[in-house]
């Protein structure tokens, strides 16, 4: 079966960096997602991978490994707004979307 | 941008009636949507994929006589719970990808909160 494992909550202090990993099992692979989600809204965009390696974009940062079937999404300079759920989601090869429960980050001052 | 919108945000039913919810690519034509619950702290569930001008492909476990799924334009689609019951409350959002996007991202409306009475 097809699966994504991720950790189901963890917990940062402002200003600092958090690694949130993502495993994944999938029929084939068309890319990788992240998405953040605020409690009671919709999920936003973060980043896309498809190839190996480092994705950069501010202070967000999203690294693939397919040999692996593993990636991490990196969050530096941690802001209180920060305070999401983080879910990740791999395209098989028949690009649909498979997605993991996600992670809670939790922000202390 | 690429802006979905969805309509209402939220409702509150009587067990029994039929609740419509709207969802909208408001700048891209959008050929495919997706229609998404998600119960508290749970991931989201796909419930079914609809392509303008054909029929909802439903996942395993989605009844597609309670769940009517029409997507009659390149920018509507509209989700349709007959019948609702209280376990029907969810949170249910739909999404649209844009196909002259390389990688077919999907774009999330607000999400509409169904409570069944």
């Known amino acids: ?34 998405y953040q989600q605020h409690a009671g809204e919709a999920p936003t965009f973060l980043s896309y991978n498809v190839l190996d390696g480092l994705e950069e974009k501010g202070r967000f940062s999203s690294f693939l490994s397919r040999s692996k079937g593993y990636s991490y999404l ?8 920060d305070s999401a759920s983080y879910l990740c989601a791999v395209r098989d090869s028949n690009y ?9 980050l939790i ?3 | 941008g690429a802006v979905v919108s969805q309509h209402p945000s939220w409702v509150i039913c009587k067990s029994g009636t039929s609740v419509k919810i709207e969802c909208r690519s408001l700048d891209f034509q959008a050929t495919t949507m997706f229609w998404y619950r998600q119960f508290p702290k749970q991931s989201l569930m796909l419930m079914a994929t609809s392509n303008e001008g054909s029929k909802a492909t439903y996942e395993q476990g989605v009844e597609k006589d309670k769940f009517l799924i029409n997507h ?13 019951h209280p376990e029907d409350s969810s949170f249910y959002i739909c999404s649209a990808s844009r196909p002259d996007m390389s990688s077919y991202e999907q774009y ?5 909160r169904l409570t069944v009475t």
Not at chain 1, 74 to 81: D, F, N, S
Not at chain 1, 96 to 104: D, R
């Open chain 1, 1 to 34: 079966g097809q699966n994504i494992d991720q950790p189901t909550e963890m917990t940062a202090t402002e200003g600092a960096i958090v690694q949130i990993n993502c495993t994944y099992q999938t029929s084939g692979f068309n890319g990788l997602f992240w």
């Open chain 1, 74 to 81: 990196l969050l530096k300079e941690l802001q209180m707004k």
């Open chain 1, 96 to 104: 649909q979307l498979i997605w993991g429960a996600g992670t809670k």
């Open chain 1, 107 to 109: 922000i202390k001052p």
């Open chain 2, 72 to 84: 009659a334009s390149l920018t509507l689609s509209t989700l349709t719970v007959t019948s609702a």
């Open chain 2, 108 to 112: 999330f409306g607000p999400g509409t």
